[in-house]
Nanobody, 126 residues
Framework: VQLQAYGGGLVQAGGSLRLSCAVF????????MGWFRQAPGKEREFVAA???????FYADSVKGRFTISRDNAKNTGYLQMNSLKPEDTAIYYC?????????????????????WGHGTQVTVSS
């Protein structure tokens, strides 16, 4: 499974961006998808996840501002980011794990995801 994230960029505080994660090699309908981010000097942190049923789970820091979604027909996942803040500045990574691995949706640590895409930079100016 290969993942490719894109859609990052530079945006002013309060603005919006939509990240996309294209999945290649397998049908995405069998995979839980997630987004993580890593700011300079910090550890990679969980942002959001979505399972096959469309149930979602968010980090408290983005709840109410970010929305994760998926389009199985397009083999693509999305992260809509609204009301962006300077502290959202980071490299954003999409990730996936097969549904049969047995993790709950709330398994939000990087080791719970097997497949990773290259990151896309999001910079929010104040």
């Amino acid at each position: 499974v290969q993942l490719q994230a894109y859609g990052g960029g530079l945006v002013q505080a309060g603005g919006s961006l939509r990240l996309s994660c294209a999945v290649f090699g397998r049908t995405v309908r069998n995979y839980v998808m997630g987004w993580f981010r890593q700011a300079p000097g910090k550890e990679r942190e969980f942002v959001a996840a979505i399972n096959l049923s469309g149930n979602t789970f968010y980090a408290d820091s983005v709840k109410g501002r970010f929305t994760i979604s998926r389009d199985n027909a397009k083999n693509t996942g999305y992260l809509q980011m609204n009301s962006l803040k300077p502290e959202d500045t980071a490299i954003y990574y999409c990730a996936a794990r097969h549904k049969d691995l047995g993790y709950s949706l709330r398994s939000s640590y990087p080791a719970a995801f097997r497949y990773w895409g290259h990151g896309t930079q999001v910079t929010v100016s104040s």
